[in-house]
């Protein structure tokens, strides 16, 4: 077994120096963090986001999140704004993307931001990614390491399930503490939320002191693709099943234990429910249930960003 996940690794000063050089070179490799497991490649480096693309078998039209260690280190990249500063302050390092305008003098390749003038950028928490971004001196892009179209991985071995030994680096961070992708905020006009999170509009507009505007965002979004974080088997969003072959997906108290049934959350916490989802879903697959069915979370907060992937899940 030892050899079987050879290319898992724990963390330590010889893995970090390990993972440093062969970003150098433009190599990839499987890091956690703490919202969903990524792909990270040097996005200075166009060869090095080929080879992301490449593996998830991502379409090129869908831009990559650039990671960074902190706001130090974005001036290059791209145009900072008030509305930034403000976020940046409450919400980073933590689960929080922001599209901003791409600088004319900007070194990310044209292939991470599919050819946009705007880049998205996040401030990733988790210590591991944390102290590698700390080492290098180019932002890692990173989408999630699962297969285009699929769910995202939460550990080490979600990644070693979608890529085996292609990728010569996983390294091990425990299980990802939020497990779900994290917010996106367009701020390149008035902000406007482009894909939902752990980090809620409510708690943004509070930060922010202002209205969201209502307008659809012409920006174009891979999180927004309407088929997306497939499990493998069909879902069926806001139904119940039928008979036990079926797994029904639960959240609360008021359920009774089913050998088919899978509480998000007994206690009705969707930050738990979150961090659960994508767990819940491997399990049922691996159990050779033929059909997932859910029913609708309480859309506010959290909940609001589970509905959202549950919805496309079932797309
Ligand atoms: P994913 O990599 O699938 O987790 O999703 C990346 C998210 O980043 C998408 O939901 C987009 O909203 C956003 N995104 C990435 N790059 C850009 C960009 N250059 N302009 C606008 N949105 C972007
Ligand atoms: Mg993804």
Redesign the pocket.
């Known amino acids: 077994m030892k050899n079987f996940y050879s290319n898992i690794y724990s963390f330590n000063r010889k893995i970090l120096k390990k993972t440093v050089i062969s970003l150098k070179k433009g190599k990839i490799a499987g890091l956690p963090t703490e919202t969903?497991y990524g792909l990270a490649g040097n996005a200075y480096l166009r060869k090095a986001v080929l080879k992301i693309f490449k593996i998830k078998k991502?379409p090129k039209k869908?831009?990559?999140?650039?990671h960074y260690h902190s706001i130090k280190d974005i001036n290059h990249d791209v145009v900072l704004n008030d509305n930034f500063i403000k976020l940046y302050k409450k919400f980073c390092p933590g689960p929080l993307?922001f599209?901003l305008k791409?600088t004319k003098r900007s070194k990310i390749t044209t292939l991470?931001?599919?050819n946009?003038?705007?880049?998205?950028i996040r401030f990733p928490r988790h210590k591991i990614i944390r102290n590698i971004l700390k080492q290098i001196d180019f932002p890692l892009a990173?989408?999630?390491a699962n297969l285009s179209s699929k769910i995202?991985p939460i550990n080490a071995f979600d990644v070693f399930d979608d890529f085996k030994k292609k990728l010569k680096i996983i390294i091990n961070g425990g299980n990802s503490r939020i497990g779900i992708?994290?917010t996106?905020i367009?701020l390149t006009e008035s902000p406007k939320i482009?894909?939902p999170g752990v980090i809620s509009s409510s708690e943004i507009k509070k930060c922010l002191k202002c209205k969201f505007s209502k307008k659809k965002?012409q920006?174009?979004?891979?999180?927004?693709?309407k088929k997306?974080y497939y499990p493998g088997i069909p879902v069926i969003f806001g139904k119940k099943p039928k008979n036990s072959s079926h797994a029904y997906i639960v959240f609360g108290k008021k359920y009774e234990k089913h050998d088919n049934y899978f509480n998000l959350s007994k206690k009705a916490d969707l930050k738990e429910a979150a961090t659960n989802l994508y767990k819940i879903m491997r399990i049922i697959k691996k159990k050779g249930f033929k059909k997932i069915f859910v029913s609708k979370l309480p859309n506010k907060g959290v909940g609001l960003a589970i509905n959202d992937r549950l919805l496309k899940a079932a797309n």
């Not at 869908?62 to 650039?66: K, Q, Y």
Request: proline share 8%.
């Open positions: 969903v991502r869908n831009p990559l999140i650039i993307t599209v791409k991470a931001t599919a946009l003038r705007t880049v998205a990173m989408p999630s995202s992708e994290s996106v367009d482009l894909r965002s920006l174009r979004s891979p999180g927004m693709l997306h």
